[in-house]
């Protein structure tokens, strides 16, 4: 089958309403500043008060997860992967509830695939990340399990359009690379007191900021300027809201992976992360039995849109490498990663007999 996506500009499409507007644009970056929303519903035309009832509407809905900080795992020392995992069938289940207890997991996922079970990880920066996944290898069950670390990341940002109006093939650049990493960040005490408040919900209100200023004791502008301090240093993505896929209509997920040879790829990873329908894209290591190196993740309101969206990438950017799309069959677990959570500390513990 072939899906292809309408032709750009082939029939005017309607401009976006406020409403639609205000939900993109809250995705990307909200200021750290006294009243964020006031300044985000000037840009979209509407006031404050408009803005704030539409988001406090689908947050009622359940479209809005939270409103928080997205920081970036390597930067701040922590050791993170992807994981695949072969399972008989009759104890997937069981062993994705074993992964699952880990409180560094934070997705988890059937796919359909031989490795059927798909999870991501992270620990801290004095942690052994290769012991925590052989321990889960052993207790949850596996017949093979490869860790699937980032090797160089292309792009990093989920971005939903909400209108719909959006081609499949439409572009900018990524908003996130290994280009804002610092791997060599030192982590301060002000920073981890920063995570902890801005890893939290944030309220949509008039000043959403006010809690965590009180926790940190510091002014806005105090606040805000140690945020620019991590954002430079790459430990700080961006504040934004995250919506939950399903409820947003985005149903479906592919992940395109692609058996790019090793002398392409970082061309190839630069085209494919431009692709506005494409919320990761990642280089990563090969094994005898997995051959793709670079790993392409969009949503769709559909299969069909998902499968046009990666279709539209073979199209442009790599007609006749070879490529599979893994979707999931079943979410077993979706959390956002918490940074110094002591229930981790507990967990390795009792599994490893370590303090981390």
């Known amino acids: 089958m072939t899906v292809t996506s309408p032709p750009a500009g082939a029939t005017p499409k309607p401009r976006l309403t406020p409403r639609e507007k205000l939900l993109n644009r809250i995705q990307k970056d909200i200021p750290i500043v006294g009243r964020p929303y006031r300044v985000i519903a000037e840009e979209v035309g509407l006031s404050e008060a408009e803005a704030l009832e539409i988001l406090r509407e689908v947050k009622a809905e359940g479209v809005l997860r939270q409103v928080s900080a997205i920081f970036d795992t390597r930067t701040l020392g922590y050791q993170s992967s992807l994981v695949a995992a072969v399972y008989a069938e009759d104890q997937l289940d069981a062993g994705a509830e074993v992964v699952n207890g880990h409180p560094g997991v934070s997705h988890n996922y059937r796919r359909n695939h031989n490795f059927n079970l798909w999870y991501t990880i992270a620990v801290p920066p004095e942690s052994n990340l290769e012991a925590h996944v052989q321990k889960l290898h052993e207790t949850s069950g596996a017949q093979l399990t490869r860790l699937m670390p980032t090797l160089h990341l292309f792009k990093i940002g989920v971005e939903f359009d909400m209108s719909g109006q959006e081609d499949w093939n439409a572009k ?133 849109e998902a499968f046009g969206k990666i279709e539209a990438i073979e199209q442009e950017v790599a007609s006749g490498v070879d490529y599979d799309i893994l979707y999931s069959t079943k979410e077993y677990k979706k959390i956002r990663l918490e940074f110094y959570k002591p229930e981790f500390y507990s967990w390795a513990r009792e599994n490893l007999g370590t303090e981390a």
């Open 172 to 304: 900018a650049k990524p908003q996130y690379t290994s280009e804002q990493r610092n791997i060599g960040y030192a982590v301060t005490d002000l920073d981890r007191a920063f995570v902890t408040e801005f890893q939290k919900d944030l309220p949509v209100t008039e000043e959403p900021y006010a809690d965590a200023c009180a926790a940190l004791g510091l002014s806005i502008e105090e606040v805000s300027a140690h945020a620019q301090k991590m954002k430079e240093a790459g430990a700080l993505r961006r504040v934004s809201a995250v919506f939950r896929h399903q409820k947003a209509g985005f149903t479906f997920n592919a992940m395109g992976v692609w058996a790019v040879p090793q002398e392409e790829v970082a061309e190839t990873g630069r085209r494919m992360a431009e692709f506005k329908a494409v919320s990761h894209c990642y280089l990563r290591p090969t094994y005898p039995e997995w051959p793709y190196t670079i790993f392409t993740m969009v949503h769709g309101r559909s299969k069909e």
